[in-house]
Each structure stands twice: as C-alpha cells, then as structure tokens.
C-alpha cells in the first residue's frame, strides 16, 4: 500500500503538535559537521547517549573530520562508547570523514542538487536513507522529510499508513502533500519525535491525546474501553 496523506490531513497533525507542544527548534548539533556526526551516533540508540559521545569527542577536541581520521579507530571508538555499536560507528564515523574530505568537505556539496548530494551520501559505507535524510534536512537544509521509526508507528496508528510501505513511499508521500519546506520539515520531525517518546509509544497514551478523534488506534481504543 502507498502512502498518500492529503496536506489537510498532515497539517491537522502537524498543527495539533505544535499546539499541544510548541515550537521545538530543533537543530541536532552547534555546527553541521556535528549534526551529521550525531546523525550517524544515533543509530539504534537514543539521542541522550549521543549527547553523551558528542560530548566525549568535543573535550577531546575531535569534532573535525581532519582529526577525526588521524586518531586511532580503538581511540576512536572509546570515545563514542556510550553510543552503543562502537567499533562499527568509529569505523562509520572515519569512512564518513573519508568521504567527506574527499568531496572537499562541506563546502564542497553545498553546491551540488539535493538528489546529487542524497545519491552520494546513500553511496558512503554505514550510511542509509534516514541517516543520509538527516543530514541533508539538519546539516544541509535540503527540503528532505526525515522518516524514522517514530515517523512510521504514529501514521500507522492513525491509520493513514498500512505499516508495509517503504521508506521511499513514506519520505515521497510527505513531500507530495506538504511541498518542499525546510522549516515545516524540521519542526514537524521534531515534533513527531516528542509526540512518540511523550504520548504515542508502543502502549499510547491516547486518552490524553488531542488526535483522537482522527486516529484509528485512539478510536478503536476508546471502543474498547468505553465496551
Ligand atoms: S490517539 Fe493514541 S495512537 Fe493516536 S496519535 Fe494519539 S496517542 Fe497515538
């Protein structure tokens, strides 16, 4: 099944979020370079634990990609323990650096199409379509809908995905509806991310949920409760 949310159906969400919880202004790191370091570190592990690497790698002054590729990978990876997956980050982490200077670093893709820089990020080892989405909405400001786990159980739940549709499907339903928009982009990433971790996770809190009355995991809830 596709994903073909209408742009009335996802402001509704979108407009409901930023009510209930606020303008998130969410920019994953001080410089672009750490937004895409923190977007390869949060890969199967919560954001807290990155800040925790991140951390690590500023006070040993490592958050360049010069010297990123001139420390050890053991160095390396000691550093960005608390991430969880340590040896294949650091690994990820230097190939990444690679890659990044061989492209004549940040400067050096601001130039290129999104789907040029998209294409090149997707070819670099470690990095998949939600890291690669991440670094072009937060590090490059590119009009890119981030799609991630959060992203996918929410609009399931609300009954506007099947659940089986690819990460493409998801990523290109969003941008048909909502039109390219960094910002409405950032902001309401951000926001689905909150909605998941405060109300809608794997056991949702729907009876505090303002989305209710739109969502069909939240309906058939209150059928069953209310029986
Ligand atoms: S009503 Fe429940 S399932 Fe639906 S979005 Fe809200 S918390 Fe999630």
Known sequence: MSFTPSRPQLREVFDHLLKNYGEQNWWPGETPFEVMIGAILTQNTAWSNVEKAITNLKQADLLSPFSMLEVSQEQLADLIRPSGYFNVKADRLKNFCRFLQQSGGESGLQGKTTEELRKKLLSVNGIGPETADDMLLYAFERPVFVIDAYTRRIFT??????????????????????????????????????????????????????LVKICSMGNNRQKISGS
């Open 157 to 210: 739940y609300l009954g506007m995905a099947s659940g089986n549709e690819s990460y493409e499907e998801m990523r290109s339903g969003f941008e048909s509806a909502l039109g390219p928009d960094v910002s409405l982009y950032n902001e309401f990433h951000a926001l689905i991310v909150r909605h998941a971790k405060e109300a809608c996770n794997t056991r949702p809190h729907c009876e505090q949920c303002g």
